[in-house]
């Protein structure tokens, strides 16, 4: 027998068996393929599931609404053509029956959203009241990268200015106990931002570069916080961290500013529907020459905008352009020491920034031009537009005793109330910040006393009209809740602080 025929046959098994390894590697991508499908699916499911309960609760509070109207409506109608006599009226009036909701036929499923993992307690106290009541607190369905999405609506314009100063005495608050719940850093907390689609979930940042995402719940009579994730939002190689953060208004992403100092990046994206190693990015462009980044927030009324503020006297507009940010100075001159502070006014575009060089510069963005500078006779540390007056803002300085002024855009200069707190140190930290409540009407602010100061602007007093008592060592800030009676801050003493109104 030829001894080439031997050798044919281990060739043909050889090519086989490759035939088999190459089919099997086929069939474990599409495996894997599938069982990623399949995760993504579930997630999804999960996420439209609480929506479906939210959307449950505000339609069964909406019929509650109407039927309470159209019953009361009905008894007056029904007295007035009593009165008048006459019952053929009466009989001839249609009744307005709405079937009743039965609220135990829904399918008990813990709310899950798009970040945690496992299942979550559901809540079993008046929180649960409190978000069938606001419908406004409820998160947009779309997903960012969807061409639809949920425009954040804005409030109604409301005339507070005429009411500043004009009363003799405050609103007080009645709060319960704090209830201390551990921050989960291990190095002091730096930021503290309420999601602004749904304000039961809120941010923390700490000095380690991680980023703790919260959301409320209700943990017996006492609230509580659930830890939903934790982010690491640290660049490694050059040790920085976030110095401010601001969340996009579809409520889904984070941006993180940094120091522009050793090079490195400058702004990075958290996108909270993403998981693993995709959830954070970072932004090529790095327009701040040097220093810190102090400040970034999101322009009202202006499409994918962000601005920043930094220690090299500049202010960034970064603007979204063929699926890029793209930045601009918008001006780098007008401030002559570190900007502290920027912010954006709802009807008007018009950037506010502030700074320690005493001045406060509204940039027309528009006009690309200066619209104003004032300069007033302390360092500037940051800027708070008014949630409900588009005309009013509130400008922190470093004065003690006067920490908190308020203006008027239109008039420029004026500064038409003035009011602040003493303190046992004479030290000042560009870390105290303050919010406003949704009513426009209080402020509230941190110390660097273990204390939360509460001023009333319809009051004509100079201190403030409430103090609360609060933490072991200095507040950087507490952010108030429209879904829920609840204020939130953030200490030195590594703790949060839930601080339920009763």
């Known amino acids: 027998m030829d001894s080439r025929s031997l050798k044919r046959p281990k060739l043909e098994v050889v090519s086989r068996n490759n035939g088999v390894e190459e089919g099997k590697e086929d069939l474990e991508s599409l495996v894997i393929h599938h069982t990623s499908e399949v995760q993504h699916l579930k997630k999804q499911v999960s996420f439209y599931q609480s929506e479906l309960e939210e959307a449950e609760k505000r339609l069964v509070a909406a019929q509650l609404k109407l039927r309470r109207r159209s019953s009361s409506s009905e008894l007056q109608a029904g007295n007035q053509i009593a009165g008048n006599g006459s019952s053929s009226g009466a009989s001839s009036r249609p009744q307005l029956l709405i079937p009743s909701v039965d609220r135990s036929s829904k399918t008990p499923m813990a709310a899950k959203g798009p970040l945690l993992i496992g299942s979550t307690p559901k809540p079993t106290s008046r929180f649960n ?110 040790k920085k961290w976030p110095e401010d953060l601001a969340w996009h208004p579809n409520g889904e992403m984070l941006f993180c500013a940094y120091g522009a100092d050793g090079g490195g990046p400058q702004v990075s994206t958290v996108d909270l529907k993403a998981t693993g190693k995709d959830r954070v990015s970072f932004l090529d462009k790095k327009p701040h020459l040097k220093g810190t980044i102090n400040s970034i927030i999101f322009l009202h009324g202006i499409d994918m905008c962000f601005a920043t503020g930094g220690s090299d006297h500049a202010v960034i507009l970064w603007k979204r352009r063929n699926g890029f940010w793209k930045p601009k100075v918008l001006h780098q001159n007008q401030h002559s020491s570190t900007v502290k502070g920027v912010a954006s006014l709802q009807h008007m575009k018009i950037l506010l920034s502030v700074g320690l060089d005493k001045k406060i510069i509204g940039f027309d963005i528009l006009a690309d031009k200066c ?99 609060a933490h072991q060592r200095r507040v950087f800030k507490a952010i108030w809740h429209q879904s829920i009676p609840l204020m939130t801050s953030v200490s030195s003493d590594h703790n949060i602080g839930l601080h339920e109104m009763e």
């Open 129 to 238: 009241a409190e978000d069938s009541r606001v419908g406004s607190s409820s998160r947009p369905t779309a997903s960012l990268g969807s061409q639809t999405r949920h425009k954040i609506e804005q409030k109604d314009h409301k005339d507070l200015i005429p009411g500043v100063g004009n009363c003799s005495s405050a609103r007080l608050f009645n709060f319960a106990p704090m209830a201390g719940i551990p921050s989960r850093h291990n190095r002091k907390i730096r930021c503290l931002e309420a999601n602004p689609t749904d304000d039961r979930m809120f941010v923390t940042s700490a000095l380690n570069g991680t980023v703790n995402i919260w959301k409320l719940q209700a943990d017996g009579s006492k609230p509580n916080a659930l830890l939903l994730s934790t982010i690491d939002c640290e660049i490694p190689e050059r």
């Open 371 to 469: 619209g104003f500078q004032h300069q007033i006779n302390h360092q500037c540390m940051s800027v708070l537009p008014n949630p409900c007056d588009v005309n009013l803002y509130m400008v922190q300085t470093s004065e003690h005793g006067r920490q908190l002024r308020l203006y008027d855009i239109r008039s420029r200069e004026r500064e038409i109330h003035t009011f602040g707190w003493k303190q046992s140190s004479e030290s000042k930290s560009g870390l105290i910040s303050q919010s406003w409540s949704h009513d426009g009407w209080h402020l509230s602010s941190g110390s660097l006393d273990p204390a939360i100061h509460l001023f009333d602007i319809r009051c004509n007093g100079k201190g403030p009209s409430q103090t609360i008592h």
